[in-house]
């Protein structure tokens, strides 16, 4: 079973910057696209941004330019880099992984909530 754990969630002000961490339990390069989506209350669970094995990243439109993923094969670790944060940012934060053959697995989540 794959654990994945997410770290470096908390309180901002708008304007700020977080750096959320996800931690897997085996080597990421055994899945073909990492990701964090968020939700919010009252709403749909949404992309944020992912990474391929190759490195090929997707932004949200609404994330683009503020947001970036990365991926550490060595630490088996996959960041996400939030800056310029907006109050409409606030949500639980949670770390995705696909494997080549589609299972997919879930982070517990970690709240980002930003201030106004």
């Known amino acids: 079973q794959v654990q994945l754990v997410e770290s470096g969630g908390g309180l901002v002000q708008a304007g700020g910057s977080l750096r959320l961490s996800c931690a897997a339990s085996?080597?990421?390069?055994?899945?073909?696209?990492m990701g964090w989506y968020r939700q919010a209350p009252g709403k749909r669970r949404e992309l944020v941004a992912s990474?391929?094995?190759?490195?090929?990243?997707n932004y949200a439109d609404s994330t683009k330019g503020r947001f970036t993923i990365s991926r550490d094969n060595a630490k088996n670790t996959v960041d996400l880099q939030m800056n310029s944060l907006k109050p409409e940012d606030t949500a639980v934060y949670y770390c995705?992984?696909?494997?080549?053959?589609?299972?997919?697995?879930w982070g517990q989540g970690t709240q980002v909530t930003v201030s106004s």
């Open positions: 995705n992984a696909v494997t080549y053959l589609r299972s997919d697995y």
């Open positions: 085996r080597s990421i390069l055994t899945f073909n696209t």
């Open positions: 990474i391929t094995r190759g490195e090929t990243t």
